[in-house]
């Protein structure tokens, strides 16, 4: 990644090895968990691990594109100094598609255990002739299904769209020179990087709390909140910009991101600690008042 002043982050041998590896031990322990547990759990420790990490990274991607537009909106050209950090995070919603392709797929060929992971998809709670038939299970059946899970592959689709075109005209920022005038006082790239801004955001306040409700919300069929989807939004808002100044702090060691500086550091921090004071809130709000008190 590079930032704004064309420094460039290498990856020396010994970094990819390092990096290599992790991901190595995490698709071991992966495909470990498959073959773990008793056979009556029927591989419900892998789908849960596989689902679990999936939205957590996925969610982390998606943030770091609401964070680039909501910057570009409100006209935050602070950002600039460390953009170059989330609009490589946001890229992994690419690997985000071929995850939750994968769910998708094992929920409609109703793959073994993916019947425990979502009991939505267990066709005995929805026959209303078996046993262990559900009725609140079958009504929602409409709107939680396989094909609807289908449809956050979609979503997620949308999203790197304008991950794309957010980082397209990042890069074309950096090469296309400008000049203030009279008639023209701001530049055609910040043009079409707000217009962008000001259709994702809509689309993606609508859409993740959708796919948040089909990933996360559905696991407990019986439960369902409308405080829900800003709960696990704001959640992973807060996990990508510790992760970002986590990744900062690492290229700043290796002698990067000169021009991020103490007022920079503030602003991140101040958003770390904002964020987590109104997911504190959510969860209070959700836990206590509705849950607790039910």
């Not at 369902?224 to 990508?240: G, K, Q």
Request: glycine content about 4%; some cysteine.
């Amino acid at each position: 990644m590079s930032n704004h002043n064309n420094e460039t982050f290498v990856f020396d041998g010994k970094t990819k090895l390092f990096t290599i590896s992790l991901m190595a031990i995490g698709v071991l322990c992966l495909i470990l968990s498959y073959f773990s547990g008793t056979p009556d759990m029927h591989h419900l420790r892998f789908w849960t691990n596989f689902l679990h990490n999936s939205v957590f990274f996925a969610g982390i991607a998606f943030t770091a594109v609401l964070f680039l537009a909501c910057h570009a909106l409100a006209w935050g050209g602070w950002v600039a100094v460390i953009k170059r950090v989330p609009e490589a995070m946001m890229y992994f919603l690419f690997v985000g598609i071929v995850l939750f392709s994968i769910i998708a797929a094992a929920l409609y060929l109703n793959a073994d255990g993916t019947d425990l992971l979502y009991l939505w998809n267990n066709q005995d709670y929805l026959n209303p002739d078996s046993a262990h038939f559900d009725a609140l299970a079958f009504h929602k059946s409409a709107f939680v299904n396989p094909f609807a899970y289908f449809l956050t592959v979609v979503v997620l689709a949308l999203w790197a769209f304008f991950a794309v075109m957010f980082r397209k005209i990042s890069l074309s920022e950096d090469s296309t020179p400008f000049t203030i005038s009279s008639t023209n006082t701001v530049p055609d790239n910040v043009k079409k990087n707000r217009i962008y801004a000001a259709a994702f955001l809509p689309i993606a306040g609508f859409s993740s709390a959708y796919v948040i409700w089909q990933w996360v919300m559905s696991v407990d069929t019986h439960w369902y909140s409308t405080l829900f989807a800003w709960y696990c939004t704001v959640s992973l808002f807060v996990s990508m910009v510790s992760f970002t100044f986590l990744i900062i702090l690492f290229l700043r060691k290796k002698g990067l991101m000169n021009k991020f500086t103490d007022e920079h550091m503030h602003d991140l921090g101040k958003y770390i600690f904002g964020f987590s004071v109104f997911w504190t809130y959510l969860w209070f709000s959700q836990f206590m008042l509705i849950w607790y008190s039910n």
